[in-house]
Structure formats: C-alpha cells, structure tokens
C-alpha cells in the first residue's frame, strides 16, 4: 500500500523525463520526420532524392504528391534512371561505391538486395520495420524473402511482376495452351486487325531475355541452379526450351529487330495495335487499356504463359525500395519508403500504373479490382502465387552475364543450344567457386 503511494509520483516523474530526452532528441537531428509520420509546420525541411528507372505510367508522379501532401515538410525529387534494369544497376553501383549521399531512397530490382547488402550500399531497415510496427506477413513471402540477407530485412517490397501472355479479344478466340499452339496461332492470326506481328516478346540481350528465358526453361522442367545452390543447368530440358526460344525468336512473326526488343519497344508496338501475343509484365494491362496512349483499349485480356513439357512457368520480378546506406537524411527517407510500399502508397501503384501489390489484402480490394482486370482475375493470382525466381545469390549479377551472352549467342545463330547450356554450366559453377 505504501509504496504505491509513491510509485505514481515516481512513474510520472519517469514518464516525464522521457518525454523531455525524446524531446532534445529530436530537436537536435535536422530531420523532420516525426513519430506519426506526418509534419507538423515548424520543423526544417528536407528534401530527398528519390531514384527509379522509367516509368511510362503516371503512379510515380501521384505517389509522390499523394506523400508531400501528407509531409508538408518532406520534399521529394525524383531521379529518373535508365528503363534497362542491368543499366540502372550498374550507375547505382558506380555511385554507392564511392559511397555518393546524392541518391536517399531507390528502388531494386528484386535481384538486387542480397548483392547491394553484402556491399554495404544499404540500410538495414529492421529497425524502421520495429519502430513502426510493420507487420511483414501483410506481404507475399516471397517479396518479403527477396528483400532479406543474412537474416535482416534490406529492401520493402514495392510492387511484383511476373511474366503473362496477353492477346487481343478481337483477333483470339481461344487462348493458348502450349508454346506449339502459340506458334501456329502467332503464324495463322497475324496480319488480322492491322496487326504485323503474331507475337511480342524481350529478347534484347539484356536483363529481361533472361526472364524470358527462364520462363521457356522452367516450362520444360529446367532449372538454372537448384535448391541447394548446385548449378544444373545443363540439362536436356535447357537444351529443348533453348531450341523452342530459338524457334519463336527465328520465327516470321515476330518483328524483325525482335533481338533489339526490351519492355518499352513492346509496350510501344502492343499498344499500337501491332500484335495478336505479347509477353510483358502486369503493368501493360494498364497501358493497353489507357484511352489517351492505346489504340486496343477494351480488346485486351490475359492468360497464363504457354505450356512446355512441364506445364506454364512466369518469371519473378518486382520492384523494391531501399535506402542508401549515406543518405543524409535516413528518417525522412523512411518515411517516404514506408509510404511507397505500405497499402496507401501500393495502391497508388497499382491504380496509377497497374503495379500488382506485394500486399495480399489489396487484392481484395473492390476498387482496385474494377481498376484493373488483371487484380480479380484468379489466373493471376495464380500466376503471382507460384512464379519462379531468378538464382538468389550476391553474384546474380555475373550469372545473368554469363546467360545472356550465351543465350543470345542462340539466337543469333552462333551457337546451338547444347553449346550453351554447357558453357553457361561451366562459366557458372567457375563463378559460383570463386
Ligand atoms: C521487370 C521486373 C524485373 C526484371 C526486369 C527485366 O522490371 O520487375 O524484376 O529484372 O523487368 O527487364
């Protein structure tokens, strides 16, 4: 009874000078983010610089007003970086390596995170993630994994892609199943509608042929490396989807400069009404269908990627945000990256730019459904759900490497696919032993 006639006294006294430290805490960081992320008027102002590759969409510029109008104190510039995922990640290397504070927050390639954090580019966000109490199983496991190395979280997820086939309702009665339906479909249909092409794709030697590739590969039952960690390409399931890649890429109804085709030279030619098929990731549904931009508006649906021996596979890409390990500004460029990829700013994305959100419960959400076709469609969610990853190790960048030039060396002609699949064997394991 006694001593809690004085513990209250004391608890205040506690609670009291708590506030206070807290208080010439904050005072003394020139940041002006506070606890419940929203200015209050007298703080100093930060501005951040916000890095990410082309967006053909308007989500970025709505995200970062939507972000200001809430931050009053907190401006954001954005820094366009290239649309070639392999170019941006080699000027971000260049600049965190010389450790530049000129970029705060960024977005990663899902690829990324494991590689920037074992280079010390990054922040450890956990304590951000604690601090706030954000409950990581909002998100789809498999975002939440690509963001981890060494058992801390780099990267938030932001958005994830995965590859789908999209043909044109006007031209295609009935889907296709399989990669041989494709092709006798893309041959039979072009020319239909003012189309010139069967099918679209990225077969560019560049980050993407590699997406594409391992779409053909995992569809006949290939893997590039295995679950643990042994490389295995070279199989005879490589060498068939080598030979089926190399059909569709050599075929007559692909464009001509097909090896010079990234996203943008897809979306530019799908929209324009060129083709029946296009391969591309889940923000094309948007552009397709944005009136302004799209000559096809309406005529658009999707469908899973075609099937090989081993059934359909989608590749695994996506989007993340990190922040700078010499940002100058870490608190305020939490903020920013708390909102991006947290259920307001996801939404933005995904109703701005067709972006698919990494959080489950957006799904359900009935205005982003009518938005967009693709969100209530149970093929995509399906699709999203078992897409296969790209070999998750800090040097992805020099397995991508080896791909790429001894795939293309495929569909140049330069070399068959046996020959591939056993350089890129030996040339991987090399790497991997360094
Ligand atoms: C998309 C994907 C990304 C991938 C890139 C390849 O942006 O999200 O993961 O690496 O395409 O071009």
Redesign the pocket.
Known sequence: MKLSKYLLPILLLIGLAFVLIACSDSSSEDETADQNGSGSGDEEEVTIVYARGVDTTPATEALIKAFEDKHPNINVKEQEMPAD?GQSHDQYVTAFSSQSTEIDVFNA???WPAEFAQANYALELDRFIEKDGINMEDYFPGTVQAGKFDGKQWAMPQYT?AGILYYRTDIVDEPPKTWDDLIEQANNLKGEEGTEFGYLM?AAQY??LI?NAIEFIASYGGEVVNENNEVVVDSPETVKALEKMKEVVGSDFVPQNILNF??IETENAWIEGKSVFARN?PYLMSSSNDEERSAISGNVEMTTMPEGDAGSASAL???MTMINRYSEHPEAAWEFVKFISGPEGQKISAVEGGRAPTIEALYDDPEIQQLNSLFGNPDFREVLQTAVPRPVTPIYPEISDIMQIEISKVLTGDQNPQQAATNMQTKMEAAMNE
């Open positions: 995922t390639d899902v690829i892609d990225q980050e993407g997406t990234q996203e990731w890409g996506g989007w």
